[in-house]
Nanobody, 117 residues
Framework: VQLVESGGGLVQPGESLRLSCAAS????????MSWYRQAPGKERELVAA????????NYADSMKGRFTISRDNAKNTVYLQMNSLKPEDTAVYYC???????????WGQGTQVTVSS
């Protein structure tokens, strides 16, 4: 199982970024996918999640209306579109998949997002 995030960077407040997570090693279209983030000195928190077929999404309250999670099952990729970024969105963003109790869950290496003027 491999999850590879990309798309992070340094942006100014109010700008946008789109993160990508390329997945391999499992049947991507069969599993829900999630994005988490971890800011310095803080615990990792859920950002957004999407069901296997993409029909349902879920967001943390502070991201609702600004972030959009989506997926392309043909490309084995999940995305996170982030608009109206704020300095408090600065964090390392991780892609996650939970393959069940027996197999466990997997994380990517993370991609740094820094929002600063």
């Amino acid at each position: 199982v491999q999850l590879v995030e990309s798309g992070g960077g340094l942006v100014q407040p109010g700008e946008s970024l789109r993160l990508s997570c390329a997945a391999s090693g499992f049947t991507f279209s069969s599993y829900d996918m999630s994005w988490y983030r971890q800011a310095p000195g803080k615990e990792r928190e859920l950002v957004a999640a999407i069901t296997s077929a993409g029909g349902r999404t879920n967001y943390a309250d502070s991201m609702k209306g600004r972030f959009t999670i989506s997926r392309d099952n043909a490309k084995n990729t999940v995305y996170l579109q982030m608009n109206s970024l704020k300095p408090e969105d600065t964090a390392v963003y991780y892609c996650n998949v939970d393959l069940g109790v027996v197999v466990g869950d997997y994380w990517g290496q993370g991609t740094q997002v820094t929002v600063s003027s």
